[in-house]
């Protein structure tokens, strides 16, 4: 909340409750508890349609005092009321929220990282609705847009992170072809505890806890070994 947020909501409690027009009877007063009011509640936002939270709704329900609270009775509203008001609005803003996938590029942990923190802050001060969702819902995220603009690729970032390895297989292979060498995925790989099949990607090497060796996670390359045996295939052929 800025100042003439704030500003707004003492008008507000002033016409329910004289004690705070007496807080508020000179400017200087005035200034002074807006001032304090401001710099308490800063965190909390004004409205935040998402969190279905109006601060000057909270103001009211303090001098309704309801669920037999009567403090209002003893005291005047206090910067304390509205962050007790807030806390269970923005705990269910952060339980309906869960991280999307960021926009940025994910080679670039800092800024990953940034956008990340940036999106949960933002839901945390209510200026964003909480993302329930880890796949585009309606349309992409502007920087998004901006970034397939470049790229050209309609594929959702997530599908695209998946894609990743097989992407990087697919214009290695185009490169080797291009450049008349053999295609390394025209061949089972030779390595023992990679065995990947023609046309499959290469595999990373797992040891299991009694030691066997094991894979399932694909390479973004395939096997050197792989890449001769291509090669020997090919010049298998041509002699
Ligand atoms: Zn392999």
Redesign the pocket.
């Known amino acids: 909340m800025e100042a003439r947020h704030v500003a707004a909501l003492l008008n507000f409690a002033a016409t329910l409750d004289s004690r705070v027009r007496r807080i508020m009877a000179t400017n200087e007063q005035a200034a002074a508890t807006i001032r304090a009011w401001a710099q308490a509640l800063a965190d909390i936002p004004a409205v935040a349609e998402a969190a279905g939270w109006d601060a000057s709704r909270a103001v009211r329900r303090y001098y309704e005092q309801r669920n037999g609270d009567r403090s209002a009775q003893f005291r005047a509203i206090e910067p304390a009321d509205l962050l007790a008001a807030w806390a269970p609005h923005l705990a269910e803003l952060m339980n309906r929220h869960s991280d999307p996938l960021p926009s940025a590029d994910p080679d670039n942990p800092a800024a990953w990282r940034a956008e990340l923190l940036g999106t949960r802050a933002a839901v945390a001060t209510g200026n964003s609705a909480p993302s329930t969702h880890r796949q585009l819902s309606s349309a992409p995220h502007p920087a998004l847009e901006a970034r397939l603009a470049t790229i050209g690729s309609p594929i959702p970032p997530e599908a695209r992170q998946m894609l990743i390895p097989f992407r990087r297989m697919k214009a290695q292979r185009e490169a080797a072809v291009a450049a008349g060498q053999a295609d390394p995925l025209s061949v089972p ?1 030779p ?1 023992d505890w ?1 065995r ?1 099949e023609k046309g499959k990607p ?2 990373y090497r797992r040891m299991t806890p009694d030691g066997v060796a094991t894979s399932n996670a694909r390479r973004q390359k ?2 050197p070994s ?1 890449v001769d045996a291509a090669r020997a295939a090919l010049e298998g052929v041509a002699a």
């Open positions: 790989c390595v990679c990947a290469c595999r395939v096997h792989r």
